[in-house]
T-cell receptor, first 115, second 114 residues
Framework: KAGVTQTPRYLIKTRGQQVTLSCSPISGHRSVSWYQQTPGQGLQFLFEYFSETQRNKGNFPGRFSGRQFSNSRSEMNVSTLELGDSALYLC?????FGTGAETQYFGPGTRLLVL | KQEVTQIPAALSVPEGENLVLNCSFTDSAIYNLQWFRQDPGKGLTSLLLIQSSQREQTSGRLNASLDKSSGRSTLYIAASQPGDSATYLCAVRPGNQAGTALIFGKGTTLSVSS
């Protein structure tokens, strides 16, 4: 079974632009979560989607948004990019939502550099 | 607010040594705790998941323990190998909210020399 895939793997943008990142979960997984990883802050939770609905949101500004499609694929969008948005963005999928027993499986990440 | 701390931040050991990585968390109300491995520039690989009702989990040379009452978990690696060199991350899933959001520590970077 294929793992979590993320596209693109690398991205360079300039301040003020917007960016869309894509995540395809493991086949059959219905929950997708997004995380931001930076050297200073470590891994921080962005948001989680299940059945095309945002179920959980971390402490990030409204410039960060996402959505999930009916096939469980998810996209996240960052508008008006700032230098501090440079990070590795990781997507994780799990089978279900809210049972307490899910293992999360992570993709390889998208490395975003904002100049 | 749940906080996860991992000490030490970095560790260097010779091949063959047994070692322990530490993780502490401030709120004992958790659903589970996971240990991950991250190689440079890569995503995370799940190593072990311990449910809140469990005390330990084992996989090969890895053994993870959980003491919820004291807010601690340890990851024991037996007979370390150069291939074990990576950053090890501990994450808890808070028990007071639905969903799968994890709160991560900042990791311990392990270097095993041959």
């Amino acid at each position: 079974k294929a793992g979590v895939t993320q596209t693109p793997r690398y991205l360079i943008k300039t301040r003020g632009q917007q960016v869309t990142l894509s995540c395809s979960p493991i086949s059959g997984h219905r929950s997708v979560s997004w995380y931001q990883q930076t050297p200073g802050q470590g891994l921080q939770f962005l948001f989680e989607y299940f059945s095309e609905t945002q179920r959980n949101k971390g402490n990030f500004p409204g410039r960060f948004s996402g959505r999930q499609f009916s096939n469980s694929r998810s996209e996240m969008n960052v508008s008006t990019l700032e230098l501090g948005d440079s990070a590795l963005y990781l997507c994780a999928s799990s089978l279900e939502f809210g049972t307490g027993a899910e293992t999360q499986y992570f993709g390889p990440g998208t490395r975003l550099l904002v100049l | 607010k749940q906080e996860v701390t991992q000490i030490p931040a970095a560790l260097s050991v010779p091949e063959g040594e047994n070692l322990v990585l530490n993780c502490s968390f401030t709120d004992s109300a958790i659903y589970n705790l996971q240990w991950f491995r991250q190689d440079p520039g890569k995503g995370l690989t799940s190593l072990l998941l311990i449910q809140s009702s469990q005390r330990e989990q084992t996989s090969g040379r890895l053994n993870a323990s959980l003491d919820k009452s004291s807010g601690r978990s340890t990851l024991y690696i037996a007979a370390s190998q150069p291939g074990d060199s990576a950053t090890y991350l501990c994450a808890v899933r808070p028990g007071n909210q639905a969903g799968t959001a994890l709160i991560f520590g900042k990791g311990t970077t392990l270097s095993v020399s041959s």
